[in-house]
């Protein structure tokens, strides 16, 4: 077999492996599909009056809602890598990675199986989540391609997350700090402009929303679905997903492979 | 590097490996015919995990030649693992899938295909006593179930050579005696195995060759017959009431020591009825009444005891089993 078919074939294999273990391990799995949507019942219900109110002439509660949709599938998005996180660092303290590496397969397949697995456990809770929402009245005025594109970028997105999310997983020294470290993403999130605007915030916080990852991605995603202005967005949002992406998998793969050295025991 | 003979089985000369200023194995040479049995036998900290990693390509040799299976670990290591079998000491099985969803997965892992995955992956369910917990998932299997299931999955691809890292550490002794009988029936099949142990009998049991290590160096090797023939032959110990029968019994009993402190009288004897009878009847005739007596046959911790001047466990004798038991 090639290089490249070797790393198919087993990639293809972890994959299946990675599935499983999201239908075996149901609590995480409900756990990071049920949270986004809790928080979005919460934001639209609890916060949504008030908030949706300052949204201008045609606020609102659903106008609000509209607007927080994109946050929304951040949320999940943060919340997947979490899981992803846990995974790998269940993979890396066991015993099970010791004979992956006795074994004649690709050696990347293991975490390529973690991401292309949590890639699609991604996808499917956006998918959910944008049902809830349009149960809930979310008014899109997108089209099939400014939908794609929304899609595509939220994919984008995950796929540097889930890197950064493995490698966080690889660095961690035991299962509970590999599910921790994942959080600062989600304080991440409510540092950007996912759930408010970010012209009501303080100047200082206000400087570092707009630069920072998930405001480009939220205001892309929204402006593709709602019609709202993307302006430079998309470009910004996309950089920065090749950009975490390619450090994160760096470091990834460097931290997979320096482990095998050490470890004296 | 060396050059080392190309045949089948298990060939290393002149192994280094140190952690920091810890060294682990200090130019360790080992060999192993096709279809042996080599047994890694030393306390913990003896450097048998290390070697273990060392020869399954997972962690590198400071310095010396290593060829398993006719492969070298440096230059081919994928030609190594894929003639190998692992099973370390701590359990490699994948916890969130059934039993034979995990041979399953090593079937694909090793490409064997589909259909001869499938039936490869029955066959070792059957052979291992699992076919019944096929379909559970591996929070319901007992120790030795997950151990016998770690051992298939090593078997999957049917391997020339296999490790095997303490492989019945923390085993009832039941399912160490199905494990010992699985390990000697791999042999037979031409399957070259390096157990590594802290079980003497286990050693005595299993293995054509036995390496004793300790702290990284090879202190004594050979067959365990030539092993235990280097030692003292065995012993009965009498223990007495008082200082007086001892006394007594030591005078009798020529070319005996008394311990007066214990109480306790060591005479050379091998062990069999007949000679215990005879010393007996000899000690009643004499009106010296015994409490009680042991008898001890000479075993592996004796040539522990004789190369390295400690027990292998550091505990005394009569406990290293239980002690052992109680290891994980």
Redesign the interface.
């Known amino acids: 077999?090639t290089t490249l078919a070797l790393t198919v074939?087993?990639s293809r294999?972890m994959l299946?492996?990675s599935l499983?273990?999201q239908l075996?391990?149901p609590s995480m799995t409900v756990m990071l599909v049920g949270l986004p949507i809790v928080l979005l019942l919460l934001f639209v219900y609890v916060f949504g009056g008030q908030l949706g109110a300052s949204l201008g002439a045609h606020g609102g509660r659903g106008a609000y809602l509209d607007y927080v949709v994109p946050g929304v599938l951040l949320i999940a998005v943060a919340s997947v890598v979490q899981g992803t996180s846990i995974m790998v660092a269940m993979d890396m303290t066991?015993?099970?990675i010791?004979?992956?590496?006795?074994?004649?397969?690709a050696r990347a397949s293991v975490l390529i199986g973690h991401v292309l697995g949590s890639l699609i456990q991604t996808l499917a809770a956006v998918a959910i989540l944008i049902g809830v929402a349009f149960g809930l009245g979310f008014h899109a005025s997108a089209g099939p391609l400014a939908w794609l594109a929304a899609i595509g970028i939220l994919a984008l997105f995950a796929v540097a997350l889930i890197w950064l999310a493995v490698a966080l997983g690889l660095a961690a020294k035991s299962v509970e700090t590999a599910s921790n470290t994942p959080m600062v993403l989600l304080l991440l999130l409510f540092l950007s402009s996912g759930f408010v605007a970010t012209a009501t915030m303080p100047t200082g916080l206000r400087q570092f929303a707009e630069y920072q990852p998930f405001t480009a991605v939220a205001d892309s995603v929204r402006g593709l679905l709602t019609g709202a202005t993307i302006g430079d967005h998309a470009i910004i949002a996309i950089a920065w997903s090749i950009g975490i992406s390619v450090v994160a998998y760096l470091w990834a793969i460097r931290l997979y492979n320096r482990r095998?050295?050490a470890?004296?025991? | 590097m060396t050059n080392l003979p190309a045949a089948t089985g298990i060939a290393t000369r002149n192994v280094r490996k140190s952690?920091?200023d810890?060294v682990?194995l200090d130019n360790v040479s080992l060999a192993a015919d096709e279809g042996t049995i080599l047994a890694l036998l030393g306390p913990n900290g003896a450097g048998k995990?290390?070697m273990v990693?060392i020869l399954?390509?997972?962690?590198?040799a400071d310095s010396g030649s290593i060829r398993v299976a006719g492969h070298d670990v440096v230059t081919d290591a994928?030609?190594v693992?894929?003639v190998?079998g692992?099973t370390?000491?701590?359990?490699?099985?994948?916890?969130?899938?059934t039993g034979a969803?995990n041979l399953q997965?090593m079937a694909?892992?090793?490409?064997l295909g589909r259909r001869a995955g499938r039936r490869r992956v029955t066959e070792l369910l059957d052979q291992f006593d699992l076919a019944d917990a096929a379909h559970k998932?591996l929070s319901t299997y007992s120790g030795g179930m997950r151990r016998r299931l770690d051992l298939a999955?090593?078997l999957v691809n049917q391997p020339a050579v296999i490790f095997l890292d303490e492989p019945t550490a923390g085993l009832d002794p039941r399912s160490r005696r199905t494990m010992w009988q699985i390990i000697r029936e791999l042999t037979s099949a031409g399957v070259t195995i390096l157990l590594t142990t802290q079980y003497l009998d286990e050693a005595d049991q299993l293995a054509d060759r036995i390496v004793v290590l300790d702290h990284g160096r090879i202190v004594a090797e050979g067959t365990p017959a030539e092993l235990k023939g280097r030692v003292p032959g065995g012993h009965v110990r009498l223990y007495f009431a008082d200082v007086h029968d001892l006394r007594s019994a030591a005078g009798l009993l020529s070319a005996a020591a008394p311990d007066e402190d214990q109480l306790v009288l060591q005479v050379p004897a091998y062990g069999t009825v007949d000679s215990v009878r005879d010393l007996l009847n000899k000690l009643h005739e004499a009106r010296i009444s015994v409490e009680r007596l042991s008898i001890h046959t000479p075993d592996l911790d004796d040539v522990f005891l004789a190369v390295t001047g400690s027990h292998v466990s550091g505990q005394p004798h009569q406990d290293r089993t239980l002690q052992g038991a109680q290891q994980r």
């Open positions: 077999m074939s087993d294999t299946r492996r499983k273990h075996r391990y066991g015993g099970i010791d004979r992956f590496r006795t074994m004649a397969i095998r050295a470890e004296p025991r | 952690f920091a810890h682990a995990t290390t990693r399954s390509t997972l962690i590198p994928d030609g693992r894929a190998i692992v370390g000491q701590f359990s490699a099985v994948d916890n969130l899938l969803e997965l694909d892992l090793r490409h998932l999955m090593t």
